[in-house]
């Protein structure tokens, strides 16, 4: 024989409003200055800005150094969540190898967002995710190890959203 118990319960409706923060995240490279630590054969063909005009079929070369790197503007202060590096599709994609990703709101005083071992193969994308609140104005790659090292990446995307 079973026994049925019935418990009167009190029953509580919340109404609970989620607040939920929604941007769009933009390549905020784009167009910006790029300042590279030095210039391939001092040759216009491999200039900074070539790393951040959309094109994946050029790129940005530095001559052969120690610890080449470049840094982009984004001429303002930007909440940064990704950083995506795409190596060369014609050859020498060895070249990105040992890179750090710093983030800073000024060029005396970077963050490492993250860093890729390497080396790459042709055309690979390298992505690295910062942090939350990683919040720059600049953003700067650089080869850390080796000892004649030529920076040469065909495209960088800076993905984020402005901040005041």
Known sequence: MFSLLL??????ICHVDIITCHYELTNV??????????????????????????????????????????????????????????ARTDCCCVQLHDVDFKVGENIHD????????????KGQRIAVFCPHNTIGRYVQIQI???????????EVLVWGVKVN
Not at 7 to 12: E, G, T, W
Not at 110 to 121: F, I
Request: with cysteine; net charge negative.
């Open 7 to 12: 418990v009167p319960a009190l029953v509580c």
């Open 110 to 121: 970077m963050y490492r967002c993250g860093h890729y071992t390497g080396p790459t193969v």
């Open 29 to 86: 490279a784009y167009s910006k200055p790029v300042t590279l630590s030095s210039l391939f054969d001092n040759d216009s063909r491999y200039v900074g800005s070539k790393v951040v005009n959309g094109l994946f079929s050029d790129l940005t070369a530095t001559a052969a150094e120690r610890s080449p790197w470049l840094r982009i503007d984004l001429g303002a202060r930007f909440e940064i969540n990704e950083i995506e590096v795409f």
């Open 144 to 154: 850390t190890k080796g000892h004649n090292n030529e920076l040469t990446p065909a």
